[in-house]
């Protein structure tokens, strides 16, 4: 099973940034496409920033160009997002997200979905 462990999480002030990391304790860790996402108090949980297997990213319109999504393959299993001029909208708590594919729900034979324990970002001043 897949494990996701976040962290990086705290109180900045608008403007400021921040560098979340999630950890990934599995194997195979280089097949994996890796999401973060975020989920603001009284909202749904959105999808922040991806990056695929090959390296490939895609954000969402509200952070392109000033939130980056990257991986460590080689030494660390981790992925990152670089969070810079941060506004006081986005406190939230951010997720870390994969499909595990060596798990499948017999039901529907889709991959299970893996979720991080969340780390809560602050922007205030």
């Known amino acids: 099973q897949v494990r996701l462990v976040e962290s990086g999480g705290g109180l900045v002030q608008p403007g400021g940034s921040l560098r979340l990391s999630c950890a990934v304790d599995?194997?195979?860790?280089?097949?994996?496409?890796m999401d973060w996402y975020r989920q603001a108090p009284g909202k749904q949980r959105d999808l922040v920033a991806t990056?695929?297997?090959?390296?490939?990213?895609?954000y969402a319109d509200s952070v392109k160009g000033r939130f980056t999504i990257s991986r460590d393959n080689a030494k660390t299993n981790t992925v990152y997002l670089q969070m810079n001029s941060l506004k006081p909208e986005e406190t939230a708590v951010y997720y870390c997200h994969t499909e595990d594919l060596e798990a499948v729900d017999t039901e529907t034979d889709k991959f299970l979905e893996r979720w991080g324990q969340g780390t809560l970002v602050t922007v205030s001043s």
């Open positions: 990056i695929l297997h090959n390296n490939s990213t895609n």
């Open positions: 599995g194997s195979n860790f280089t097949y994996y496409n």
